[in-house]
Every structure is written in structure tokens, then in C-alpha cells.
């Protein structure tokens, strides 16, 4: 049985905390709240396995904590759950004889769990770390019904930036069409809807596209399709009272071109016009 000690008691902790206590071949030993909190050397002691799953500003305090006296770390696992970080985070617990990782689940974690949420099920952990490390973090993986995968020191954090992009941006690119929605949509008849319930099905058909296809082969609409005319049309109503989406829209306008060229839907020549277009707004906002 893996006795194991969670150290941040936050969204991402909660949730790993009500994950691991599912199965019965994972104890958990203790909880300890934050960095700040007073950490029982007796049963980090008895863990076998330690996660730190703080903010990544705290992760070295809570390193530091651990790396006390009383506390015997040899042969111990500790991870972080930092995306961003490696395990060079935890150098002075690898000093003090453990062995050192980073667990990183790519799941989006927005408020603290209460129960059991499957949020760690069939998802990706990136794991890194010694050799010792990576194997316990890899059996933990499959504990928790998640896939793991490992991953290099010098790759984490570009890891963590398709993760900032997949979801984070995602999150501020869907919140212009709520902006956009509410003011020019929802109030034509559709006041019990939120913009979600009207677009829910689009983004959904387009992430299966992709996760089918790939993005490339699964781009539709006016760009792809050489129709200048509507893209013109969109920047110039945009221009008139949405100015504050226009930045968004020409960008994302412009990396479209791009996706529409490696398709071989837009020749040289018909993509040059629509950056000519996106380009004139984006620097005239």
C-alpha cells in the first residue's frame, strides 16, 4: 500500500486528495493545508510518497520546511504539481536522500473539490524527475486511472504553454463571444440562454474535428473558403462598436491565414490580401 502525504490543500489538491482516497491500495496520511501550515514530522515520516501541490511561488517554502530535521526523507518520493517547474525545485530534498519529480495532470483544476470529481481520469500526467521518481510517478498515474507520460527538464515548459493555451486562452478567447453575445444576441429572443447554450455544439463539432483530423484538415469558414469580402465585413462592424475585440480578432484572423495556407485552400497571392486586411486593423486599433 502506498502511504502517501498531500501538502496544499487547493483546487488541484483537493481534487488529487479525493482521487487517491478511492483507491484502497493508497493511503493518505496527511493533509497539511498550506505551506505555512505546521507540517507533523511523525506522519510525513510514515508517507512513503509526498505531493506538494501549492502555488509554484510557495513550492521552495515548502521544500524548505520539509528539508528540517526531523523529518527523514531518504528513499522518500516527492513531487510537485507545477506545470511550469521542474524538479530542480526540490534540489535540496534530492540532498537530503529522495528521490525528487514533478506530476503535472493536464486537467483544468477551477475551484477546490469537495468529492470525488473524476477529474484525474483518463487524462495526461507529465511526469519528470530521477529514474526512482518517474517510475513511482508512473504507477501513481495508473492508480488514479490517469495516462502518464514523461517528459524532460528542458521541454516542461514549453509543455506548460500548450497547456496555458489549450485551456487558459481558450477560456479568454470564448469570453469575447460572451462580450459580443450578450450585447448583440441574446437579448433577440434568447434571454434564458446563456452565450454558451448557442455555441456549445459549434465548439464541440470543431474540437471533435480536430481531435479526429487533426486542425489543419478540419478548418472551415470565410478564410478558408477565400471569402474576403465577410472578413471585411466583420473587422469593419467590429470597428464601428467593438473595438475592444478587435486585437483578438485580427490576430487570430492573421494565424488563420496561416492554418488556411498549410491546407492549400488560399493561394500565395489570396493570403497576402487578407493579411494586407488584418494587419491595416490590427495596427489601427
Not at 486511472?145 to 506548460?160: L, N, R, T
Request: proline share 2%.
Amino acid at each position: 500500500m502506498h502511504k502517501i502525504a498531500i501538502i496544499g490543500y487547493g483546487k488541484l489538491g483537493s481534487h488529487l486528495f479525493h482521487s487517491l482516497k478511492r483507491n484502497r491500495r493508497i493511503k493518505v496520511t496527511t493533509v497539511v493545508r498550506n505551506s505555512k501550515s505546521i507540517i507533523n514530522p511523525a506522519l510525513i515520516n510514515l508517507s512513503d510518497i509526498i505531493f506538494i501541490c501549492t502555488q509554484d511561488s510557495k513550492i521552495r517554502n515548502a521544500a524548505k520546511s520539509l528539508s528540517a530535521k526531523p523529518f527523514d526523507l531518504k528513499k522518500k518520493y516527492i513531487f510537485h504539481t507545477s506545470g511550469s517547474l521542474n524538479s530542480d525545485e526540490l534540489v535540496n530534498l534530492k540532498n537530503k536522500g529522495a528521490h525528487t519529480g514533478s506530476f503535472h495532470p493536464v486537467q483544468t483544476f477551477e475551484s477546490r473539490a469537495g468529492k470525488y470529481s473524476h477529474r484525474f481520469k483518463n487524462i495526461y500526467i507529465a511526469i519528470e524527475g530521477s529514474k526512482e521518481s518517474v517510475k513511482a510517478g508512473l504507477r501513481i498515474s495508473k492508480l488514479l486511472d490517469a495516462m502518464p507520460f514523461v517528459i524532460s527538464k528542458e521541454d516542461k515548459i514549453y509543455h506548460h504553454i500548450c497547456c496555458v493555451i489549450a485551456s487558459n486562452f481558450l477560456a479568454a478567447h470564448l469570453h469575447q463571444i460572451d462580450k459580443l453575445s450578450r450585447k448583440r444576441i441574446l437579448k433577440n429572443g434568447f434571454n434564458n440562454l446563456s452565450f454558451f447554450s448557442i455555441y456549445k455544439p459549434l465548439v464541440e463539432q470543431a474540437l471533435e474535428n480536430i481531435a479526429r483530423k487533426g486542425a489543419v484538415k478540419s478548418l472551415s469558414g470565410p478564410v478558408e473558403r477565400n471569402d474576403l469580402n465577410t472578413i471585411n465585413k466583420h473587422l469593419k462592424a467590429l470597428s464601428k462598436k467593438h473595438r475592444d475585440i478587435l486585437p483578438l480578432y485580427s490576430l487570430m484572423g492573421i494565424e488563420t491565414v496561416k492554418l488556411a495556407l498549410k491546407k492549400k485552400s488560399l493561394t500565395q497571392n489570396e493570403a497576402k490580401k487578407f493579411l494586407t486586411l488584418l494587419n491595416k486593423y490590427l495596427k489601427n486599433h
